[in-house]
């Protein structure tokens, strides 16, 4: 029982005697009847006449003798009210009113008035929340948790019968429950009459009706819809609290009493009005397309408001779909594009398929670019370009756009030029001269240098324009662009807006694009040394969305994390789901970042036969390019660790040379081959303090700061001259104080995914370890005991204690936590678990 109720009881109770008055309102079933059955109970003990209609006037008796407990007063006539009133003045007279608040019953509103004037109304609502757990836990005998609350609210909308009835079955599982509250709702729907179920059938449909909709709907009069509307919200079964889901079982309750026919007909006289009236809303269009109802009008209305919410797909979807449901067949395109955008690529899939067929050249084209999409996205980059080369020219520039995407990515150069070369078709609209933007710019990036690619590139989202599915986002593009050519800040600069972008509300759904943006995101992370922020980036683990593209990416990117960090079994693990998702993808062009990733860990794990098919398959992919710079760069820098790892100076020579051919052509290249060039020295123990610090500066201004740093710790610990050491060692933490201020604005939750990177010595006064001293530290930052130590090394477990003496004196470390950092920071080996 409400507190509200509880008090009034308890006044009554204090003084059973004592004249009364008293208000009570309230809906349907919250209460009202078995709040004036307690206080009849009351009355009656203490010897009083309880009536429960007004006496007839002129009736005798005295007032004060009785008690007048009325129950549903609105149902009186206007003489009993007028009577109840009059009582209701006398100050000797107990009147006890329950009533539902009509607010178009002049008569009920003076009584009500008067009634209030001596003690304030005692309104009785539906339980909330709280109340209904605690009614629960009382009913249960147990505590109930937040999930049992939100079942029984959204079932029964906090009307206690109903939630006694949900309760009653709870024991037998949700379902039960679901169902006795329903049938219990039915039971009490059914007594209403049928003017009020009507008018309860239109406005449960959306809250935005009103007078005029009703009398429009059911062709009443005026002020008959304002007394029915009336009557509906005074049931309290209307309330703007009730969940959806609520609202939907009233409607669905009343159109299982009134029968299909008489539902239908309602409904569609609910369309023609708000078609006639032009305020048919999307939502309303929604719940009636819901009900089955097949209509051209409600199909067009349909159409119509999904094209209105281009930014918000999984709204765009549902509309489209419900218009496809009310009897068209003109959007399955666009439908197929949002679905594509929330991520169901398979319904989406099915829908092209079909479209493939065709009569209409423009919905074969449009059928093309998704399915080509969806194929790219799922690893089948040849199968997207088979679809362009069988579906001809193409019609419009977003196709061309998409064609040129799927062609570059299998290596088609001449296709990737022909697109280019065609004559523009169409009206120079924002979308087209994004589109063409994209085209132009992926085939500047074959031969032209990096500023004009990027610069034509770029263009493609200087407005958001591009509303359907194409294979890559311009975002994406554009981000790929500048990772390849060394070109961190545009990267960051780029995707960083396309994640914030994606971050609105509205956008949540569009899981195509999103898992794509952050995936790039956290890579340029990577590179940069931000592990924490590159892990915070990656979707959770097992994630359904994630299709093979992203999935690659996501396992690449938690490889490289893993290397970073020193990890070796997560970077194994991490590199074996890869290598099953590489096994069902084709490898394609956009495929480099990660794959080169995929090469170094192979090397390191020495598994490189593993990957050898995959990398075959883009270098000759590159090949049939022309191997542009710009998309090839990458890949040799791969080759250039993945040989120092395999310690094989012949695998490394081809990849340095092919950066050296290319380093007077592209300033990133030039880089790398300096940095190649240098590492190879400082693993011959050939360390020159000038060359380490310019290539790692070089290394650090093209995104890749954790190369760089690695490079200044490997040098740190080749050199004899410790002078040398402490520039080196000191250079390492100049390069990662800029990674470290941003690495620390990630929040805690994604810090705690993975190991922060390891942090740089502060002090040095010795770095030259012997190979033994090598041998142990490197044990040492497995995790491995000084006894298991000794066992791998044949020496004893003393031993290996004293030769960690001697490495933390040389390292000047003053503990034991700081040797482990100073050494991660140089040695390439597994960190401490």
């Known amino acids: 029982m409400l507190p509200a109720a509880r008090e009034a009881i308890a006044a009554v109770d204090a003084d059973p005697r004592a004249a009364t008055k008293s208000l009570v309102t309230g809906g349907i079933g919250t209460g009202k009847t078995t709040l004036l059955a307690a206080m009849r109970t009351t009355f009656r003990s203490a010897g009083r006449q309880v009536l429960s209609r007004p006496p007839d006037a002129g009736t005798p008796g005295d ?11 609105h149902l009186l006539g206007d003489d009993d009210l007028d009577r109840l009133t009059d009582l209701a003045g006398d100050p000797a007279s107990t009147v006890v009113i329950a009533t539902q608040a009509l607010m178009h019953r002049s008569r009920l509103q003076v009584l009500m008035t008067v009634l209030a004037r001596e003690n304030p109304e005692v309104a009785l609502r539906p339980l909330t929340a709280a109340q209904v757990q605690e009614a629960a836990t009382s009913a249960l005998g147990a505590s109930v948790g937040p999930e049992l609350t939100r079942l029984l609210v959204s079932v029964t909308g906090g009307f206690p019968f109903l939630v006694s009835a949900a309760l009653s079955a709870i024991p037998d599982g949700a379902q039960s429950a679901r169902q006795a509250a329903h049938f219990a709702l039915i039971e009490r729907l059914a ?34 819809a304002v007394a029915a509307v009336d ?36 409904e569609m006289a609910v369309l023609d009005s708000q078609l006639a009236l032009c305020t048919l809303t999307a939502d309303l269009a929604l719940r009636i397309a819901d009900h089955g109802v097949r209509d051209d009008r409600l199909a067009t209305a349909l159409t119509d408001f999904a094209a209105r919410v281009p ?12 218009a496809t449901d009310a009897g068209t067949t003109a959007v399955r395109p666009a439908l197929a594009d949002a679905l594509v955008l929330t991520g169901d690529c398979v319904t989406a899939g099915r829908l092209a398929d079909d479209l493939l067929t065709s009569q209409d050249p423009d919905e074969r084209a449009a059928a ?30 977003v196709v061309g756009a998409a064609e040129t995407i799927a062609a570059l990515a299998v290596g088609d150069a ?6 280019a070369q065609g004559p523009p078709s169409g009206p120079p609209t924002a979308v087209a001269r994004s589109a063409r933007a994209i085209t132009e710019g992926l085939v500047m990036t074959l031969d ?19 509303h359907g599915v194409l294979p890559d986002t311009p975002a994406a593009l554009v981000t790929l662009a500048a990772l390849h050519g060394g070109d961190p800040v545009r990267a960051r600069s780029v995707i960083g807006r396309a994640v914030l972008a994606d971050s609105r509300p509205d956008r949540a759904d569009a899981t195509f694009v999103t898992s794509r943006h952050r995936l790039l995101q956290g890579w340029a992370y990577m590179q940069d040394g931000q592990l924490a922020a590159a892990a915070a980036a990656i979707p959770a683990d097992g994630d359904p969305r994630l299709h093979r593209r992203d999935a690659l990416w996501a396992a690449a990117l938690h490889t490289g994390i893993a290397r970073r960090s020193g990890d070796t079994g997560a970077m194994q693990m991490h590199w074996r789901s890869a290598m ?33 098919h995959s990398l075959d398959e883009v270098f000759g992919l590159l090949a049939a390019l022309g191997d542009p710079l710009l998309w090839s760069i990458p890949l040799h820098w791969a080759g250039v660790h993945a040989g120092i790892l395999a310690n094989s100076p012949d695998a490394v020579a081809p990849h340095g040379a092919a950066l050296t051919a290319a380093a007077p052509h592209a300033q990133f290249a030039k880089a790398l081959a300096a940095a190649g060039r240098t590492w190879l020295r400082v693993l011959a123990d050939r360390v020159d303090v000038a060359e380490v610090t310019a290539a790692a500066r070089g290394l650090a201004l093209h995104g890749h700061t954790w190369d760089a740093t690695r490079l200044a710790g490997q040098a740190a610990l080749q050199t004899t001259d410790s002078r040398a050491a402490q520039a080196m060692l000191q250079l390492a933490r100049d390069l990662k104080a800029t990674v470290a201020a941003s690495d620390a604005s990630v929040p805690s939750s994604a810090t705690d995914t993975v190991a922060p990177p390891p942090a740089v010595p502060q002090r040095v006064s010795s770095t030259q370890l012997s190979e033994r001293e090598r041998e142990v530290a490197e044990l040492l930052l497995q995790g491995l005991p000084y006894r298991e130590i000794g066992s791998q090394l044949f020496i004893s477990a003393k031993t290996v204690e004293h030769h960690v003496a001697r490495i933390r004196r040389r390292l000047g470390a003053e503990s034991r936590s700081e040797m482990l950092s100073m050494l991660r920071a140089a040695l390439d080996t597994p960190a401490s678990r």
């Open 231 to 266: 009557s509906a919200r005074a049931t309290a079964l209307i309330d703007p609290a009730h969940t959806s889901q609520f609202l939907a079982a009233v409607h669905d309750g009343i159109a299982q009493i009134v029968g299909a026919a008489r539902h239908h007909d309602v």
């Open 368 to 397: 093309v670019r998704i399915a080509a999409s969806i194929a790219l996205h799922d690893g089948a980059a040849r199968q997207a370009a088979d679809l362009f080369a069988w579906l001809g020219p193409a019609p419009d520039a």
């Open 191 to 224: 007594r209403l009459d049928g003017h009020l179920l009507d008018t309860l059938l239109v406005m449960t449909l959306s809250p935005g009706l009103g007078p005029d909709d009703v009398a429009a709907a059911l062709r009443i009069p005026a002020d008959e």
């Open 448 to 466: 032209q240098p990096y500023p004009a690619a990027i610069a034509r590139l770029s263009q493609a989202i200087a407005v958001d324009a591009v």
């Open 311 to 322: 930014d918000r797909p999984a709204r765009a979807a549902r509309l489209y779909r419900a």
């Open 63 to 73: 007032g004060a003798g009785y008690a007048l407990v009325v129950d549903d007063a």
């Open 414 to 419: 001449a296709a990737v030029r022909s697109t």
């Open 580 to 612: 099953d998702v590489l096994a069902e993808s084709s490898a394609d062009l956009f495929t480099v970042l990660p794959l080169g990733e995929l090469w170094i860990a192979a090397s390191r794990l020495r598994q490189v036969d593993q990957v050898r």
